[in-house]
């Protein structure tokens, strides 16, 4: 009996502090957001609960086109990210030595040892009309002139994957990891070639890790403020710049609060719907036995 107790005051102990975390930092200032964005305001200082700050943001298109826009983008930046990650992982998982694997994860590590703000501006320094990239090729006589490499789509996806690629090679290393080659050999014995084995064998059995790590990176990047508008300019057209221009330059935080709602309910379906897309669910995504 002493120990059955003693057993549950341990678990009690050891779920207090995940709890806190839970409540106060993540439902607690959710449904603060939510309560916020149901106030109208009529009068100074005067508010009554209504759905007028989601009926604004469905009568302007401007608002839902940013946010099918960030979406569209973010689904772009995950796509490349796995197609950069998958190749990573399975080198690090099933092909490099013990010993080489802490170096290699070292060095996927190394670009999170520097904040969003300083990578950011590393992107700049290199792509900017008079940065290293573009001088490089006047050296050698590509281009004739300076060339603006910064401020559209293109620089955004390669920053916002660079970003976030480590998210994606963090689960495929521990879904690939348990994978026994035993299985890998029998498929090639029985008379299976690369792409059937990659097909048949790999991408099955990594599935849960591919989609946790595209929840991953979907929610950061879709929530993604700093790479977007530093490396996208006054064109970024990035929906967390709205949420922030509501809050911030109009202080109209009942506004603001609708859209922070909107978008962690529209990255919620968007999930749910690969979800059902790849047959996974959130339980086999975590763990697996």
């Known amino acids: 009996m002493l120990r059955s107790d003693t057993g549950k005051l341990s678990l009690i ?9 839970i409540v106060l930092l993540i439902l607690l200032p959710q449904l603060g957001i939510t309560f916020v964005s ?7 200082r005067q508010y009554e609960f209504g759905f007028g700050n989601y009926i604004a943001f469905i009568q302007e298109p401007i608002y839902w086109n940013t946010l099918l826009r960030t979406a569209w983008m973010s689904i772009l930046v995950t796509v490349m990210s796995l197609f950069v990650g998958f190749p990573i992982a399975f080198y690090i998982a099933k092909i490099a030595k013990r010993r080489s694997r802490v170096g290699l994860f070292l060095l996927c590590l190394i670009p999170l040892w520097v904040s969003d703000l300083v990578r950011a ?3 700049i320094v290199l792509l900017r009309e008079t940065g290293l990239i573009s001088g490089a090729l006047q050296y050698v006589g590509l281009i004739n002139g300076p060339v603006e490499m910064l401020y ?13 690629v480590l998210f994606m090679i963090v689960p495929l290393v521990s879904t690939l990891d348990g994978m026994d080659n035993a299985m890998l050999e029998a498929g090639y014995n029985l008379g299976g070639n690369r792409l059937t084995v990659f097909r048949r064998i790999i991408v099955p059995y990594a599935m849960p890790g591919i989609v946790s790590g595209c929840i991953i990176v979907f929610m950061l990047t879709a929530g993604s403020y700093l790479t977007p508008i530093l490396l996208g300019g006054k064109n970024s057209m990035w929906f967390t710049e709205m949420i922030y221009d509501q809050f911030i330059t109009r202080y109209n935080w009942e506004a603001g609060a609708a859209f922070g709602v909107l978008l962690l309910g529209f990255t919620s379906l968007v999930i749910w719907l690969g979800l059902k897309l790849t047959g996974q669910n959130l339980a086999s995504t975590v763990a697996r036995d």
């Open 152 to 164: 559209n789509d293109v620089t955004v996806v390669i920053g916002l994957v660079y970003t976030v």
């Open 13 to 21: 102990l050891l779920m207090t502090p995940f709890l806190l975390w």
């Open 38 to 44: 149901l106030r109208e305001k009529i009068g100074p």
């Open 121 to 123: 501006f590393g992107w």
